[in-house]
């Protein structure tokens, strides 16, 4: 069975500062897909990354990047330059789309 | 290219009753999943359906039922609705094999 944790319930990060947001999945799969998402207060669930675990770069996007280690069952988002937009539940998940309890981000102007 | 259709929006049901969500997936699009959001529980997962088959199921009870037709369209319905069961119930269609998943707004659901 996949399970995936998030440690974190409430992170805070000041405008325009870093954050590291924390998760942890097993698996017994050696291929699958690892996604974070975003949630707002308007409760749609938006796309932030995804990674791919036979791909050993870590992925990407923008302000948004991963810290992808296989071995040790570990994919974090960190935020770099953090915008007001920014705060919202952040979930980690994995294909099959099994979602950790999520993280709630605020950040502070 | 449309996205993820969840119907209605808003429900408010009373306890005993039964009732039944829809969610019209991607287009071209297979599989549909559908998760119970309630305050402090994160996302749970309920079932999936692959063309027309359930092919995984979460830790629900038997009141949780679900059904997808023919043109990947999928529904959902729980039965003698519990106090409970009041949540946000998400959908979420993917591409079988890339993984993604794209979700639709949800459907609040109030038990009274």
């Known amino acids: 069975a996949q399970t995936v944790t998030q440690s974190q319930p409430e992170m805070s990060v000041q405008e325009a500062e870093t954050v590291t947001l924390s998760c942890t999945y097993d698996t017994s799969e050696s291929d699958y897909y690892l996604f974070w998402y975003k949630q707002p207060p308007s409760r749609q669930m938006i796309l932030v990354i995804r990674q791919e675990a036979y791909k050993q770069q870590n992925a990407t996007e923008n302000r948004f990047s991963v810290n992808f280690q296989k071995a040790a069952k570990s994919f974090s988002l960190k935020i770099s330059d953090s915008q007001l937009g920014d705060a919202a539940m952040y979930f980690c998940?994995?294909?099959?789309?099994?979602f950790g309890a999520g993280t709630r981000l605020t950040v502070k102007p | 290219k449309a996205g993820v259709t969840q119907t209605p929006r808003y429900l408010i049901k009373t306890r005993g009753q039964q009732v039944t969500l829809s969610c019209s997936p991607i287009s071209g699009h297979r599989s549909v999943s559908w998760y119970q959001q309630t305050p402090g529980q994160g996302l749970q997962f309920l079932f999936e359906y692959f063309s027309e088959t359930q092919r995984n199921k979460g830790n629900f009870p038997g009141r949780f039922s679900g059904r997808q037709f023919s043109n990947s369209r999928s529904e959902m319905n729980v039965s003698t609705l519990e106090l409970g069961d009041s949540a946000l119930y998400l959908c979420?269609?993917?591409?079988?094999?890339?993984?993604?998943?794209?979700f639709g707004q949800g459907t609040r659901l109030t038990v009274v």
């Open positions: 979420a269609s993917t591409q079988q094999g890339l993984g993604e998943a794209f």
């Open positions: 998940a994995m294909w099959e789309m099994r």
